[in-house]
């Protein structure tokens, strides 16, 4: 049996319909029991986004706000969406919207929990993250040393998710070899890491925003360009999420699958990454940072991903494969064909912005995607290293920081020469068995992390700004907020 064989019998099993149900009704969970926090706390999210506190030991929640864009808004953003459309249909990105609508609330119970349970570590920095909240809130090393090893390996899954989108739109952009593209890329982001979190944090502070205002605003000219066909899209969306859409009617079991997994793996509410980051600021009540953390979901799906939407169904430069079709030679299972001949993915946009602005399209897309990718590369590198740093109970020697920066380097130069099938369902496995692990045991350990939003709602109710005491709550274990 060939790897890619293997892969995919592994995907069906971690990517079954019953992971899809859990992250909706988890989502669906959170919501009710935080009286939709995503929506009633707007406002205070987008104040507390720009507060300026940090120490020696934690980043702003801004700067940790960044790190967790880097991973969020990335190659998912562009290819994600393109692949969405191409195997669930326009009805995908509807579920798209749904699964961020409703993750928002998970992505604020993680990250408050992270930081409820955050650590500093061996050089005095924070650390957190599922593995941290599993075993000091549920008591369960076993399980909390099972997630830490799972993201070590999903971290380098996804890492080449993001490599692989980068050789292949540098590739249909200038024809750069994949093989040159790779040793470059290997070679900056060996300099960047080398510097540690806070030159991951600093970069990705200044990166993520230039790069999502200038995508956003390129996106903005070519649906200026197609306005007339805006209406028809969104109409086309809703119709093929409900299976009414006469072309894509029978594809609403395909939309949701693909619609979910690509949502998670876009703003990765409930797989537990952006914990990570979130346990790295430093704020006075870890709700502070659970609110900013669930608007980055926003700021991913509803904005990033709806402009990619937008763009590539406005000037209808895509192919859907049908889904009732197997055991053949792809092209042979186009249902919808506009782009024959192209591959699924970041190809899909350069064309779609190549025939809005000619000689400009497919080489923007090239350089969106560049800083894109790179930033989700250092925060999916940030979230592994947190976890390699658990397992070595905040001390990890030299030679263990640096074997691991050489296996992380080796899996992501893998990835990006070899096929992007191959690299999207690794990332996709990555994806998959992180949201497995984690959402089962947020639903566990809410207690805490709603306490805490109670606590923290009486406290503005009372008009201060809230300080974090765990022993009013009742929350145990939480070393930092004790000291």
Not at 250 to 270: D, F, H, K, P, Y
Not at 296 to 319: H, K, Q, R
Not at 352 to 367: D, N, R, W
Request: glycine letters at 8%; one cysteine or more.
């Amino acid at each position: 049996m060939s790897i890619e064989s293997i892969v995919n019998v592994l995907l069906g099993i971690i990517w079954s319909p019953w992971l899809v149900v859990l992250c909706l009704l988890a989502g669906l969970y959170f919501s009710v029991r935080t009286r939709f926090i995503q929506l009633r706390a707007l406002p205070d999210m987008l104040r507390l986004m720009f507060r300026h506190e940090r120490s020696a030991a934690g980043v702003s929640p801004f700067q940790a706000l960044s790190l967790s864009l880097s991973s969020r808004v990335g190659v998912g953003n562009i290819a994600g969406v393109a692949m969405a459309i191409a195997f669930g249909g326009p009805g995908a990105i509807f579920w798209m919207w749904i699964v961020a609508f409703l993750g928002a609330s998970s992505a604020f119970i993680e990250s408050t929990l992270a930081q409820i349970y955050k650590e500093r570590d061996a050089s005095g920095q924070y650390r957190g993250g599922p593995a941290y909240y599993i075993e000091k809130g549920l008591g369960q090393r076993w399980y909390a040393v099972l997630f830490a090893l799972v993201t070590v390996l999903a971290g380098a899954m996804l890492a080449g998710t993001q490599s692989n989108a980068i050789t292949s739109a540098v590739n249909e952009a200038w024809g750069i070899p994949v093989a040159g593209t790779t040793a470059v890329l290997l070679a900056v982001l060996a300099a960047v890491l080398y510097g540690g979190v806070r030159r991951i944090a600093r970069v990705a502070e200044w990166v993520v925003p230039i790069m999502a205002v200038a995508y956003l605003l390129v996106a903005a000219v070519v649906m200026v360009i197609n306005v007339d066909r805006v209406p028809e899209v969104l109409a086309l969306v809703l119709r093929s999420a409900f299976g009414v859409d006469a072309a894509f009617g029978a594809m609403i079991g395909t939309a949701i699958q693909w619609g979910v997994r690509r949502g998670v793996l876009s703003n990765e509410a409930g797989m537990g990454s952006g914990a990570h980051p979130a346990a790295a600021a430093e704020v006075s009540h870890p709700v502070k940072q659970g609110l900013v953390q669930s608007f980055s979901v926003y700021i991913d799906t509803m904005v990033v991903c709806s402009a990619t939407a937008f763009l590539i169904l406005s000037t209808g430069l895509y192919n859907v494969y049908d889904p009732a079709v197997n055991g053949v030679p792809d092209e042979a299972r186009l249902l919808f064909a506009n782009l024959p001949g192209v591959e699924a993915g970041p190809r899909y946009v350069q064309h779609a912005v190549e025939s809005a602005l000619p000689g400009f399209g497919k080489s923007f897309v090239a350089l969106a995607i560049l800083p894109f990718a790179f930033t989700t590369i250092l925060a999916l590198y940030y979230m592994a290293e947190t976890n390699v740093s658990y397992l070595c109970r905040d001390r990890p020697g030299r030679a263990t920081v640096t074997g691991f920066q050489l296996l992380f380097l080796a899996a992501t130069g893998y990835s990006a020469v070899n096929t992007a099938t191959v690299a999207w369902a690794l990332g996709d496995i990555g994806v998959g068995m992180m949201s497995w692990l984690n959402i089962i045991a947020i639903l566990l350990l809410q207690r805490p992390a709603l306490a805490a939003l109670r606590d923290y709602e009486q406290q503005k109710r009372r008009r201060r700004d809230p300080l974090f005491n765990p022993q009013t709550i009742g929350v145990r274990n939480t070393r930092v907020w004790e000291s």
